[in-house]
């Protein structure tokens, strides 16, 4: 037998995997090229690529920090150091020319997809691109995380006098699939995802945020109690020295979430999964002036207003550009509707 030319041995290396079917035995870099669940994210991942050569560094570095920024710009300027030491890895160049500009576009490509197709778009990308099932890592099916949903999760009872919010939990959460189909199932849930991976905890609130979703991402180790930092996913309003902004995500003490924590000092467990959490909040009186951050949580009925307010506006401008395309007259002024738009909300 002839020995195998070293010029074939990439090539060898990229068909062995599929001769023997154990894909897991070799390097991810000399197996095929990316393949994705959804065509929107091909320009993402090209977007990526362009990003991490300019900025020179590897493509998993730039997905990172692709991550921090978009969490940062969710954050309403409450993550402005995280933000700042992020850009300094990406501004050298022209304006125009660096890779900053382009994690810019980046995430308004991210935005455009995500409404077009409302998938998993960064998973999608965080486990064709950049993971590689390392450490065994696979994100659960669309279809198995619509069927759990159904299975787990009752619709909600228009009619039923407890309106508290209905506690889901995912103890590996990952990016999120199966807490933001509980929410298709049921509006009215409160959301916990925990994972101990920093960068699915990113992407899971980012796919939270930018859905409206309430609830709490926890990065640390669901057996071990151990945990690193913790989002609250919720539309709040920030008074930052530049005015208010809106945000939907915001860095809190791990305490303040239901999440189990090992105390470091006595190695036991301090706290409850499904312990009432406003007991555990402290009062504006009980909190020094000093240290209440200027935040105000906007809650959950004026954002289910806000959405049934877009829903209408945009419902009556499809009429009017229907009307509009149906009679050729020209416009005879303003029509009321004031009390119809009120009439459909309500």
Excluded at 171 to 195: H, K, S, W
Excluded at 274 to 303: C, G, L
Aim: proline share 7%.
């Amino acid at each position: 037998m002839q020995p195998l030319p070293a010029s074939a041995l990439p090539q060898f290396l990229q068909r062995l995997p599929a001769l023997t079917g154990f894909s897991e035995c070799y390097p991810h870099h000399v197996l095929a090229h990316e393949s994705f669940s959804y065509g929107e994210t091909q320009p993402l991942f090209r977007q990526l690529e362009e990003i991490s050569q300019r900025s020179g560094v590897s493509r998993s570095a730039a997905f990172e920090d692709f991550l921090t920024a978009s969490t940062c710009a969710l954050a309403a300027e409450t993550m402005e150091d995280e933000y700042l030491t992020m850009v300094e890895r990406h501004k050298a160049g022209k304006p125009g020319k660096r890779s900053i500009d382009l994690i810019a576009k980046l995430f308004a490509q991210l935005i455009n997809a995500m409404t077009r197709t409302d998938g998993d778009i960064l998973g999608d990308l965080f486990q064709s691109a950049i993971s590689h099932q390392e450490s065994g890592q696979f994100f659960t099916p669309d279809s198995i995380s619509q069927l759990m949903s159904q299975l787990s999760i009752d619709e909600p009872d228009e009619e039923a006098n407890d309106r508290s919010p209905l506690l889901v939990s995912d103890p590996a959460c990952g990016t999120g699939r199966m807490l933001i189909d509980a929410a298709r199932r049921n509006p009215n849930v409160e959301l916990f995802g925990q994972d101990v991976d920093a960068r699915c905890v990113r992407i899971c609130s980012i796919n939270m945020g930018l859905r409206n979703l309430y609830g709490w991402v926890v990065c640390g180790n669901t057996l071990t109690c151990e945990n690193r930092f913790a989002y609250r996913v919720a539309p709040f309003f920030h008074e930052s020295p530049n005015g208010r902004r809106r945000g939907v995500i915001r860095d809190i003490p791990v305490e303040q979430t239901p999440a189990l924590t090992r105390s470091l000092q006595t190695g036991t467990v301090t706290r409850d999964l499904f312990e009432d959490q406003n007991a555990a909040k402290p009062t504006a009186a009980e909190t020094p002036a000093s240290v209440q951050p200027a935040i105000m949580e906007i809650p959950r009925w004026i954002t289910r207003l806000e959405q049934r307010l877009d829903v209408s506006d945009s419902t009556c401008q499809s009429s009017q550009d229907e009307t509009a395309a149906l009679d050729p007259e020209p416009d005879r002024g303003p029509k009321p509707d004031g009390p119809a738009r009120q009439g459909n909300l309500f």
